[in-house]
């Protein structure tokens, strides 16, 4: 996904399926978001913030951006869920890699 730098828009999404590709049932899961720079993996601007059940029944589940998690220097970043409450969680989301977050310098530095 690609985000403006400083911008709230589009927020993170992801659906969860099980080992055989089944959509998990997400309704009533806690959710968490964590993001980190894919070149300095130590660089965390988000770390275990509150994700949301999107459409529990479709498996889908995202994080809405807060103030400050855009406003970071452009590059590459990998996002990952952590689901809890569900039977057989923990899962983490994506299992397999992790959610390629792109910031994009912004043209105009005003509002």
């Known amino acids: 996904m690609?985000?403006?730098?400083?911008?709230?828009?589009?927020?993170?999404?992801?659906?969860?399926?099980?080992?055989?590709?089944?959509?998990?049932?997400?309704?009533?899961?806690?959710?968490?978001f964590t993001m980190r720079a894919a070149r300095n993996t130590s660089y965390r601007p988000v770390q275990a913030a509150a994700g949301v059940v999107v459409n529990g029944p479709l498996g889908k589940i995202g994080y809405n951006w807060i103030s400050g998690d855009t406003e970071i220097a452009a590059g590459t970043y990998e996002g990952e869920f952590k689901v809890s409450g569900l039977v057989g969680g923990p899962y983490r989301v994506p299992t397999d890699g992790y959610v390629t977050i792109v910031v994009e310098e912004r043209l105009s530095t005003s509002a």
């Open 2 to 32: 690609i985000v403006k730098r400083g911008d709230l828009f589009p927020d993170v999404e992801a659906i969860v399926k099980d080992e055989n590709g089944n959509v998990v049932n997400t309704t009533g899961a806690t959710i968490l």
